[in-house]
């Protein structure tokens, strides 16, 4: 749409016929105009809809500004019609003619009724709502029209960009809603029994009060674009669409994992038995071992095993019992839980059996370390050396007797190993040794 010049002198024939050819290509201009938005899928949308809140309240306005609008410009279309009489009169117009042009074109000529505006529940432009008519100039009238235009295109094209883009993408959600729903029923996810089955029922209500609130009042879904003067500046708000979406991703992943479980459920079972069946034999052992510790090994603290733990198989039983009942949603999340346990209780039952069996492990590294010394004297000859020899019985009786004194063995052990060790820095073989060399019992 358009903007005339503005007001100036008495003008002549050539201004006179470039006003009435801009003025000409003006009216063609907004005549177009006018008639897209009459024909606008919006505005058709609009007067077949039952609306509300914000968007009941605009559209109102403007449904009234549109039928100002063809008022006004059936007012410019007169004016414009009548400049063109005037000007067809004579080729060669007189100056009456051009004085009364130049008022037409340019002065305060147009007349619009009071009541239209007031019928169409907009405020006149001079003077309050009581005058009985509205004067304009064409280029005042234009800008009135320009006004009244963008307002009421801004919200055409802003309630047909929310009908075009959330509806449509409510009724997809919807649908994969429902197909997650007969899903999950087939999985005993149902409300009340699992948070997924809740989270579809909650999700199912949102949307349907969405996507009446969008239908009804599109305008409460509009974030119009900041700084933006252009009709229909703005975007469609789906932040609600956008989280309900989220959310039904999360329960599919939800009932994807029951589906899971559903097919490598006894696997999974075998498995746990497995695991729990080990973590007994190995408690079992362990008990078994802590006997032997505490008969064979003296002064020595071995610790308490514990037996196992009943609340695991009171819920593998559990487990089991889910699985015969096809509870897929229950047995998810047990199985989840009893599989970490299971792996915990092997790893504890591991720990008690090499808390228990320690001293037997040193008893065995201490006899291992004197056999090793023992062949390495016999390879540097000394194997009939008589402390050597005393020494090494000493040990050994002390590691190969029960109860066995871990403490006095070990001192007995690297008695011998510094003996040896002494033996083979000489070089030499020693003969018989009296107590003054270290020898002997009371060495």
Known sequence: MGVTDPAGPVMDRDEVDRALARLGAEHEAIETSLLALQDHAGRRLLEGAE??????????AADASITLLWAYFDAYTGALRGAR???ARRRWSSREDLVELTDLLRGES??????VAATAGTPALHGGPGRLSERFSLSALVDRMNELYAASLDMVVASD????????????????????RRLAHSVGVRPGEHPAGDDLERITRVLTRLRAEVVSDPLAYWVAARGSSAPGGGRPDTAVYDREARALEDVRREIDAVLT?????????????????????????????????LAKIAATEVPVVSGPPTVLQEQLAAAAEYRR????????PLLESLEQKAEDELLRARESLTAVTAPLAVRAELRGRLDAYKAKVARHGLAEDPFLTERYDA??????SAPCDLRVAEQAVL????LAAELFGTGRVPGPRGPEDGGGPGA
């Open 85 to 87: 009489e005037i000007r």
């Open 161 to 180: 960009a929310v009908w075009s883009a959330l509806p449509a993408r409510i009724d997809l959600l919807a649908a994969e809603l429902q197909r997650t």
């Open 261 to 293: 479980v559903r097919q490598d459920a006894e696997q999974r079972l075998v498995r746990l038995r497995d695991v729990l069946s080990r973590a007994d034999r190995t408690l079992a052992e362990a008990r078994t071992a802590r006997g032997e510790v």
């Open 110 to 115: 147009v007349t619009v009724a009071g009541s």
């Open 395 to 400: 040990a050994r009786r002390m590691l190969w």
């Open 325 to 332: 009942h096809a509870q897929w949603h229950r047995l998810s």
């Open 415 to 418: 008695r011998y190993q510094r």
């Open 51 to 60: 609306l509300t809140g914000v968007t009941r309240e605009r559209w109102a």
